[in-house]
């Protein structure tokens, strides 16, 4: 095989109660990618449609994850990317995590798979240090596990990948405006009240639980964050509107996708999550906020090989 | 049906990266209770055997936690509790627990079961009240259900039963010291760091998932808890020393019971936790601590009816 075409997921990291630890893969949107092997040596980027992005893969999320999973194969061939980019860089699903899980997965079967899918996690998030400044594992992790995943630790990386119920989807609304992750962060306060702390992972407690036992109302009840929601959704236009709209008509719960600026819904069936979509969508048509509506199964196995 | 004689168990609450939501139940030890329906109105504390407690139902846990109930009973009825404490007051194994548990179980079965299990958590929990000063669950959710519990959320009280693997033993060490549960509390600090909580709440994602896949090692990476244990740990002798012999014995993992001074192992399997048992009363030995040592599997059932 000397070259792949892959499907590269958008992915909603955090999910209420799971600051930092939990996130999940979409299935309707993403971006396709191309790897090559090449024999020319080291990583190039030879082509980005759909965005401006530098080619430079020390300047690209793709290419600094591909350079950081090169440097510990034992190989004489290079590879050679190209991305088409579907999802639209600091929207809060994971555009950057899509370049960077797919640039090591790609190159992981062009290979012959000599990686594990943790081992690529911790090469793709040497990717997403270049985009968030951070090593933060809550978007490539569902990208290359797909469903639902957990980040339990990170020293030593620990990612688990939870059940998740088949009727689970989910609406996401991308205001056009943007929220710099570095304003996003620091919002957040450094210390927060052991009471809250507790709350939160009761409720965590039980959306794990919820999702092994395909308990929808248990997922419901459990999908609160009082930690970082009231603090970063002060940056999103309409965000308590929204909300409201996601649960009148029957969403889940509702929450920032990553640093936002994008707010995801999860409901049980699609049908719900169209609802919950064109509630939004009338949100938003009385603000004039730019925006685009995502509606999307969870994807249960996340990168997808679309052909060699 | 006029009387029942159950046994009611003792139980760990917090279990580590658990704390004030997760509990389980033990087997092994546990009070015995005989309830009788009598014709005088009202809640009575006929005898106390086995430990120095007051009789007065209103100074009492299972006094109060019963006269919560029949508060809420349409009955001309009174109940008659007898109750001999195999679990020592103080010992962080949930003996007010069992009590409260124990009161309200009985006289919900002589009633023909007119209340439901979380129901019957919220009237120990009064009793619990009188015992801690604070209305807490984590002791008589377990007790009751059995099993592993979480305590999702106290308003509204939404208790989860955790699936629990069959081959979970635990090993508990009860040095025969006071710690005050006001000390316990006292040395808690208010406010946490984010990054410590989100630890944290890593760690209980893990070991809920471990649990519901039967994942051992799983259970085992997450048995940690950088919050309370730091602080609490010194009020127990010899407690690193404890960690480290359960460690290397084989434990899954090791931390305090509840607010202490017991200490708790899990362990898969009832070999290994008698091995680690016998690991931790070495240790003891050299300390000179009065204390002493129970090994049970996780009983699945909570509270037992003995006879009618």
């Not at 092997?37 to 300047?59: A, E, F, N, V, Y």
């Not at 590879?79 to 960077?100: C, H, L, R, T, V």
């Not at 081992?119 to 990208?143: C, K």
């Not at 939004?280 to 009385?286: A, G, Q, R, T």
Request: net charge neutral.
């Amino acid at each position: 095989m000397e070259q792949i075409r892959i499907f590269c997921p958008a992915t909603v990291a955090n999910i209420s109660c799971g600051f930092d630890v939990l996130g999940l893969c979409l299935d309707t949107i993403g971006d396709e990618m191309i790897i090559r092997k090449t024999s020319r040596k080291g990583i190039h980027i030879s082509k980005i449609s759909g965005q401006s992005l530098p080619t430079d893969p020390h300047k690209n999320v793709a290419g600094v994850a591909a350079m950081a999973m090169l440097k510990n194969l034992n190989t004489d061939n290079g590879f050679e990317i190209e991305i088409q980019k579907n999802i639209k860089a600091g929207s809060g699903i994971g555009s950057s995590a899509a370049s960077a899980a797919g640039a090591v997965y790609g190159i992981n079967k062009l290979m012959g798979s000599p990686f594990g899918t943790s081992e690529m996690v911790a090469f793709a998030m040497e990717g997403e240090q270049l985009a968030s400044g951070a090593l933060h594992a809550d978007n490539v992790a569902p990208a290359l596990f797909g469903g639902f995943t957990l980040v339990r630790s990170y020293d030593p990386l620990d990612i688990v990948k939870i059940h998740c119920p088949g009727e689970l989807a989910v609406a996401v609304i991308h205001p056009q405006i943007e929220v710099k992750t570095s304003d996003a962060r620091a919002v957040l306060k450094k210390n927060i009240p052991l009471k809250s702390a507790i709350r939160q992972w009761g409720n965590l407690g039980g959306l794990i639980s919820g999702l092994y036992t395909e308990d929808y109302e248990l997922i419901s009840r459990s999908l609160h964050d009082e930690i970082v929601e009231p603090h970063r959704s002060v940056l999103i236009p309409a965000f308590k509107e929204l909300k409201e709209a996601a649960a009148l008509n029957g969403a889940l719960g509702s929450g920032i996708s990553g640093s936002g600026p994008s707010v995801f819904a999860l409901c049980k069936g699609e049908k719900t999550a169209r609802k919950v979509a064109d509630a939004m969508k009338k949100v938003y048509s009385k603000t004039g906020v730019a925006h685009e509506l995502h509606i999307s199964k969870i994807n249960p196995e996340g990168i997808k090989i679309l052909d060699r």
